[in-house]
């Protein structure tokens, strides 16, 4: 006969139900279900990043609730559970955890070994001893990740664990970028980025984030190529004049419906550039007459896209300017002024270009301080930039409308919770 204990405890109950609803398979999926009778449940694996965040379980707390009731109802639930350890998170994390850092110009070291505690200064390896350390590190966070989500007893099927850094993943996404190749989806192209200059390395759209920055207004000159006067345009970023494009003006803004189709010549520099009229153009803000540059944010992109601009980028990875003049500068007197401004940051940049623009007089009074949103990598210190590189896209509809009609009808055969998403897709 069993005795009851003096005090009841609760403690490795997780442990015990855990290894109970493992062997019984209680969660496992059945692949030989029909489809008709599939809940597939896709939910973006957390990011291995030394310790799990109180939101990524509650969110998954939700999501155990609908894949319950699924089973309840007597559909087999695809519940997959994963990893994310491939990004700038995990990068980060093995440089501070080891102090290393990856340079590609470093040899392979086969013996290298961590110092128990990270130097002050961080140590360069080569990218296979780097990634050595990333999976290292990776393999015993996910141990204390797996601890914890199977302490919480989520209903998830654990013979499915992949991680996104793993052979099976690689392999995958390896095959998946080939095929598109063959079938003529994958395309190569020069073209702009979000970068974060003390990464140095590109950024997604989902690592980003907008913050608060002040800056300010700069009024500046630029002159109509017929001669018949000047239009003024404000910009919080004069140091990319010499990256000027265009001018744009909203189509339907009748203050400026006779500049479109005619041209204008860039202060200091001289370069001759088109208006153009584009929907996104702001005709309450500034002037209502925007310089399109390659690039300052996001809707220079949109414009510089759509609009089939020429690429005039002149910040480089390092978040320097080209030391170079660059061709479409001729002058001399242009010339001499982007010297004065070649192989600066972009605050000094923007600071020999004030002071020029105030000494030739095409600043047209003082600068109008303002707070506005600036994009930021979400664990960066410094804003992004925008840079060019060779890269390998999938065509996405943005370039073909057909194709992007084809997405956008797709999108409306899902079922959208909540339904605002669906403008979001």
Partial sequence: MSTIP?????????????????????????PSAHRDDVFAIDTPPPTVSGSIHMGTIFGYTQTDAIARYQRMTGKSVF???????????????VQNFYGVRCDPTV?????????????????????????????RLTADDERVFED?????????????????????SRRTSQLAFLHNLDRGDAYSAEAPTMWDIDDRTAVAQAEMEDRERPGAYHALAFHRSDGSGDV???????????????????????????????????PLFGVEVPVVAHRLAEPD???????????????????????????????????????ECPDWITSDGARSAYAAMAGDTVKQGQRAIVEALVASGELLGEPRPLTHPVKFYERGSRPLEIVTSRQWYIANGGRDQSLRDTFVERGRQLAWHPPH???RY
């Avoid at 519940?79 to 994390?93: K, S, V």
């Avoid at 400026?256 to 005619?262: E, F, P, Q």
């Avoid at 609009?307 to 480089?316: N, Y």
Wanted: aromatic fraction near 10%; charge should be negative.
């Fill in 285 to 323: 803000k500034g002037t209502g007459v925007a310089m399109i540059c390659t690039f300052g944010d996001t809707t220079d992109v949109t414009w510089w896209r759509e609009l089939q601009l020429p690429t005039r980028a002149l910040i480089g990875r390092d978040g320097r300017f080209a030391r």
């Fill in 232 to 266: 003024v345009v404000d910009t919080t970023r004069p140091e990319l004049v010499p990256s000027c494009v265009a001018l744009v003006a909203h189509p339907d803004d009748e203050r400026h419906a006779a500049l479109v189709g005619t041209t204008v010549t860039t």
């Fill in 148 to 168: 914890i989500f199977r302490r919480l007893g989520l209903s998830v099927d654990w013979t499915l664990l992949y991680t996104t850094v793993g052979e099976v």
């Fill in 6 to 30: 003096e005090r009841p405890s609760l403690d490795g109950i997780e442990a015990v139900w855990a290894a109970r609803w493992d062997e019984d398979g209680t969660y496992r999926f059945t």
């Fill in 421 to 423: 998403m669906r403008h």
């Fill in 79 to 93: 519940y997959p559970i994963g990893w994310d350890d491939n990004g700038l998170a995990t990068e980060r994390r």
């Fill in 107 to 135: 040899p392979y070291d086969p013996d290298f070994e961590p110092p128990a505690e990270p130097p002050e200064r961080d140590i360069p390896v080569s990218r296979p001893n780097f990634i050595a350390l990333c999976e």
